[in-house]
């Protein structure tokens, strides 16, 4: 069983940074492909970013990109989701997925990933 445990949400100002991390447990864990998701109030979860396995391929939503960045430490079973130039819309709950299917592609859907975190609330304020 894989247990995600997110970390590292709070409230920052317009521009802002926030670094969230991810502590997964699972002895195969750094062996699955890895996402960032994000649901606002009133709207329906959305992909932000995902990562491959071995962390060599990344994909990133249109609406993050350039400002956000995926990363994972397997030896520590960690993903991380550096946000910088933070806006009133990224303001959301943050949820971490893993892909148990060890797909060569960076899964993008909900409906592709098995694990979920319990979440993270990500608030900025202008």
């Known amino acids: 069983q894989v247990q995600l445990v997110e970390s590292g949400g709070g409230t920052v100002l317009t521009g802002g940074s926030l670094r969230l991390s991810c502590a997964a447990s699972?002895?195969?864990?750094?062996?699955?492909?890895m996402g960032w998701f994000r649901q606002a109030p009133g709207k329906v979860r959305e992909f932000v970013a995902g990562v491959s396995r071995t962390g060599s391929n990344v994909n990133y939503a249109d609406f993050v990109k350039g400002r956000f960045t995926i990363s994972r430490d397997n030896a520590k079973n960690t993903l991380y989701l550096q946000m910088s130039s933070l806006k009133p819309e990224d303001t959301a709950v943050y949820y971490c997925?893993?892909?148990?299917?060890?797909?060569?592609?960076?899964?993008?859907?909900?409906?592709?990933?098995?694990?979920w975190g319990q979440g993270t609330q990500v608030t900025v304020s202008s």
């Open positions: 699972g002895r195969t864990v750094n062996t699955y492909a």
């Open positions: 997925a893993a892909d148990r299917q060890r797909r060569t592609t960076v899964p993008v859907t909900q409906d592709e990933y098995d694990y």
